[in-house]
């Protein structure tokens, strides 16, 4: 393939709720999608971090400047463009995992596209449909919270994840288990809001038969989930703590994580969380795939490495109602706790032209062939 154009839409989508975790409350995606096009087919993805570095380092004016600056020129410069070829052509860029992985995706999607396959069947997938779980977010009441999960389990949803934080976390987990029995699949995530001083008190978390607690300490310091595993019998999952597949091999060896959550546009793209599937996999080790709050865009590529055979758990690929009253796709809705696996060439969904107008705030040329990249600043 040849790149022909790269366009950035910036768009803002309300949320149908806030959502609330350790770092802060939402009330809108706001971020870009990125359109590639190429002499053989076009390719969509979606920028995963949000325009404040809270959960992350990346925000989005400023991947919108490594793509321009950096990234493209690199990747434009390819005598011939494959996928494959990306990673290497931007390895000399150190981090901005997720602006490499929307481009990564996005190329992608135009390749599979001009071979007429799809992303599930290209990365390995051996399900049709994966199973849904919801994350719910911190509330302002344990009556609230109550009400949400009640809710979430009438629409069918089979796995219920709860964020925690200082002061709401075992009375929480409490009042959802009494209310809720322990049957149900139930886990935690902190969002990296403890340290292992907390040990003790995270050890409370044992009493109620979660499947696990998911980035409890600070970010990358293996050593203290290590320690913390040691201490408590909640399996320890990590997340943002492993960025590919080399961190995920540290990990597991450490006995720092008995649980690997696999957020594709934070590990930089799905070849690289095919590969920490892979290592997972082979360790024996449970696999999810989780969320960042993503439209259809970045929800359709997210059910397809959910297909894959370690993905053992539900993960956080809730139906597009979840976050949206109206998304810029044809919506997923679940179906008997389960979302289909796209089957279309690619990530095999796009945006719906009038929905897209409507919540674009703005979109331009990022590159174009034959004039380089737009002069002057984002």
């Known amino acids: 393939m040849k ?17 609330r975790t350790s770092f802060g409350t939402m009330t809108t995606k706001d971020t870009f999608l990125l359109h590639v096009v190429t002499d053989a087919a076009e390719g969509w993805s979606e920028f995963a971090a ?27 410069a390819l005598p011939h463009l494959t996928t494959a070829a990306l990673a290497p052509a931007m390895a000399k860029i150190k981090g901005h995992e997720l602006a490499k992985a929307a481009l990564e995706t996005a190329v992608l999607d135009a390749e599979l ?3 007429g396959m799809p992303l599930a069947t290209y990365l390995g997938a051996v399900r049709d449909r994966v199973p849904a779980g919801v994350s719910v977010g911190i509330k302002d009441s344990l009556a609230e919270l109550l009400d949400d999960v ?14 925690i934080e200082p002061g709401w976390d075992v009375e929480p987990v409490r009042a959802v288990r009494e209310r809720f029995g322990t049957a149900l699949p139930l886990q ?25 607690i998911e980035e409890p300490l600070e970010e990358n310091n293996l050593y203290a989930h290590a320690r913390l595993q040691q201490r408590i019998s909640t399996p320890v999952c990590l997340d943002e703590s492993l960025h590919n597949a080399a961190d995920t091999a540290s990990a597991i060896s450490l006995d720092a994580c008995r649980v690997v959550n696999v957020k594709p546009a934070r590990v930089g793209g799905y070849l690289e969380a095919r590969r920490i599937h892979d290592v997972a996999h082979a360790h024996g080790v449970p696999v999810w795939c989780g969320g960042m709050l993503e439209t259809g865009i970045g929800r359709a590529p997210n ?31 679940l179906q008997d706790g389960h979302l289909p696996v796209p089957t279309a060439p690619g990530i095999g969904i796009e945006p719906l032209p009038e929905a ?14 034959g004039t380089g990249r737009p002069a002057g600043p984002c």
């Open 150 to 163: 009640e809710r979430y389990l009438a629409e069918g949803y089979v796995r219920i994840k709860l964020k």
């Open 188 to 212: 935690v995530d902190a969002n990296t809001a403890y340290t292992l001083a907390d040990a003790e008190h995270l050890r409370r978390l044992d009493d109620f038969g979660l499947l696990l």
């Open 356 to 369: 897209l107008r409507r919540f674009t705030r703005e979109r331009r040329d990022l590159y174009r062939a």
């Open 303 to 333: 059910l397809a490495l959910a297909a894959l055979p370690g993905f053992t758990l539900p993960g956080d690929t809730s139906a597009s109602s979840r976050y949206f009253a109206e998304d810029i796709t044809e919506p997923f809705v």
């Open 3 to 19: 790149l022909e154009r790269v366009e950035i839409v910036h768009v803002a989508i309300p949320l149908v709720t806030p959502f």
């Open 50 to 76: 949000d325009p404040e570095p809270l959960y992350c380092s990346e925000f989005t004016a400023g991947a919108e400047i490594v793509l321009r600056d950096f990234l493209l020129p690199r990747v434009a």
């Open 113 to 115: 596209r001009a071979h």
